[in-house]
């Protein structure tokens, strides 16, 4: 029944949808030659007849039925409902594409920079771009331009992830050059195995510190109602989700005959403090496989990474490998790269400290692979288990925790965290990833894969037949970056050296007759004459030259790569019109043009207009 409104029938609506069936059924009844169609139609639908009859045999104003009218209108409500020919299929014009062109080049370099890009930025360059092209038009750069230039531009808002203050594009090159130092070390005399080298998997180590909270799980976040304006998670103290201890975490490589981790050093914990009123009691209550250290800071300085060695790793390293030598691979904090840490570590472990690369530590380091991440993991598990019991939670819940009742706590999850993660986790995957598990025939290089690179290539030095070794009374002492680095230049220097002396002695003297190739420059190219007035550095990748080869002369090519360390000895890569990627040393006194120019001469190009 229609609705009464103020003593008179409410006017009822349908939508084209109801109109268009109501049509159907009268268009059956119809064929069907039903007596009186329509008021058969208005009985069963509830339709007033005199709609139905207006609905299928009148037209409107402009002479249109209303019946095309009802199907073409309910074709276009469901095609709306399906999303189809209307917002989804809907193209955006940009008003100004020239300007949003140069302002998404202007985006792209920026960030390839690591600089931050905000709504700011985008409209106030916006309208700088836009007054320039298109001087006559005014713009104003409103939040829903951004959005739609943002769309348009494929672009979006991202969180940070990486938080380092350099790119990855630009650490690959100290990381080759970090893996290389490392290769060459483990390929030193003596090697003790085929492919692991002078450092079998075993003895090798890592060490760093992670920071440990109190409260350690996410107590930002829980299940609360819709429009609940305040959500409040109960804690037991102000602050305890910030770094209450260190953890002090080494790990080593390999597996044992079932394919499971190998023992591991045992974890260490700093509490702030100095220690010295700690009772007994409490002490006694730690757990039994965690070693407690006190600093003002809970921070490792020296005197604590002095005394974490002497307690903790020294004794470990002399109980579980028996005096072969091992590698301790660490980052480059204050406290592990001074003279008292490292020469400890070597006369009383017979242990080599190897500092990681510096700013690169998250690629570098097997912890920051991913152990420290999984080692807090277990600790907020294991604190959760505690609090599985009733009575705990109320303790948690009361704050009736002691500053010592935290430490003991802390002390028994973080041990049965990290034995926890240690029968879990592939510590060995972390020592691949990092390239702390290189090996000197290769193996396994295809399983470093630094964060954020798609597809990392080893680029492997030559490694010199005369090894490394340095023994003195017996005892084989390590040999330093430096003096690695010196026998390793100095010897491909004198290779490279003898291989073109002989190159430029086996000529003969009608070898231009043989195919010698002449001084020649690409057509679209000219010869700078003049020498370069700075050293080589890395603005001449990129730049194109021509370098005379003992052999087959002068050949056209581009400067791919700068080693600013002079890596191996060489200092570019250049890369030749037939594919080849060849290393090179480019020294301002061999720049030279012409058939009469030595072995390794080179000359710069500049493309001719």
């Known amino acids: 029944m229609p609705s009464l409104a103020k003593g008179a029938l409410k006017r009822v609506r349908y939508d084209n949808v109801e109109k268009a069936a109501a049509l159907r059924f009268y268009d059956e009844c119809v064929q069907s030659h039903m007596p009186s169609p329509g008021e058969h139609v208005a009985k069963m639908t509830g339709i007033p007849f005199q709609n139905i009859y207006r609905w299928a045999n009148s037209a409107n104003n402009q002479g249109e039925r209303f019946r095309e009218a009802i199907f073409a209108a309910e074709s276009d409500a469901r095609l709306k409902n399906l999303k189809v020919g209307f917002t ?22 920026r960030r390839a920079r690591g600089r931050k890009v905000g709504a700011r930025f985008i409209s106030v360059r916006g309208k700088h771009l836009v007054k320039l092209h298109y001087p006559s038009k005014d713009f104003v750069a409103s939040k829903c331009w951004r959005k739609n230039f943002l769309r348009r531009a494929d672009l979006t808002v991202r969180k940070r992830t990486h938080k380092k203050s350099h790119s990855y594009a630009s650490m690959l090159p100290a990381f080759q050059k970090s893996l290389q130092e490392i290769l060459r070390l483990v390929s030193s005399a003596p090697r003790r195995h085929r492919s692991q080298g002078r450092f079998l998997f ?23 109602e819709k429009g609940a304006q305040n959500v409040w998670i109960r804690q037991p103290g102000s602050g305890l989700e910030k770094r209450q201890a260190t953890l002090q975490i080494a790990i080593r490589a390999g597996k044992d005959a079932e394919g499971n981790n190998l023992s591991q050093p045992p974890i260490a914990i700093l509490f702030r403090g100095t220690g010295k009123r700690i009772p007994e009691s409490e002490r006694a209550a730690y757990h039994p496989d965690v070693h407690v250290y006190f600093q003002k800071c809970a921070w490792v300085d020296r005197e604590v990474a002095v005394r974490w060695l002497e307690g903790t790793m020294i004794p470990w390293i002399n109980e579980n490998l028996q005096g072969e030598e091992s590698i301790f691979f660490a980052d480059n904090l204050d406290a592990q790269i001074q003279p008292e840490y490292t020469s400890l570590l070597k006369s009383k472990a017979n242990s080599i400290s190897w500092s990681l690369l510096k700013d690169g530590t998250h690629w570098a380091q097997p912890i920051d692979q991913g152990m420290g991440r999984e080692v807090k993991r277990d600790v907020d598990y294991m604190q959760n288990e505690w609090l599985e019991i009733p009575e705990n939670l109320e303790r948690w819940e009361s704050n009736n925790l002691t500053a010592s009742d935290r430490r003991i706590l802390m002390t028994w999850w973080a041990g ?37 690179i798609e597809t990392f290539v080893f680029d492997r030095p030559v490694i010199p037949s005369v090894l490394v070794e340095t023994p003195s009374q017996g005892v084989l002492q390590a040999a330093s970056h430096e003096q690695i680095e010196a026998e390793v230049q100095e010897r491909e220097i004198q290779m490279q050296q003898e291989e073109d002396e002989e190159e430029f002695e086996g000529e003969d003297e009608d070898s231009e007759d043989e195919g010698e190739q002449k001084w020649f420059v690409p057509a679209q190219y000219s010869a700078i004459k003049e020498t370069p007035d700075c050293e080589v550095s890395a603005a001449f990748v990129g730049k194109h030259l021509v370098f005379k080869f003992g052999t087959v002369g002068w050949c056209h090519g581009w400067v791919t790569k700068f080693y600013p360390a002079h890596r191996r000895g060489y200092n570019v890569e250049i890369a030749y019109d037939d594919g080849d990627r060849r290393d090179h040393i480019l020294h301002l006194d061999k720049y030279a043009l012409g058939d009469t120019a030595c072995v390794g001469s080179w000359c710069l190009l500049k493309a001719v207009v």
């Open 416 to 452: 049965d965290g990290y034995k926890r993660a240690c029968g879990r986790v592939n510590i060995d995957r972390y020592f691949e990833k990092s390239g702390c598990k290189i090996t000197v025939t290769g193996d396994g290089d295809g399983n470093i894969n630094p964060e954020g």
């Open 88 to 109: 989804a299929l809907k193209v955006d014009k940009a008003r100004f594409p020239k300007a949003e062109k140069q302002l998404k080049a202007e985006i792209k370099e």
């Open 202 to 224: 075993k003895n090798r180590l890592n060490v760093d510190q992670v920071p440990l909270p109190f409260v350690v799980g996410d107590y930002e976040h829980t299940i609360e």
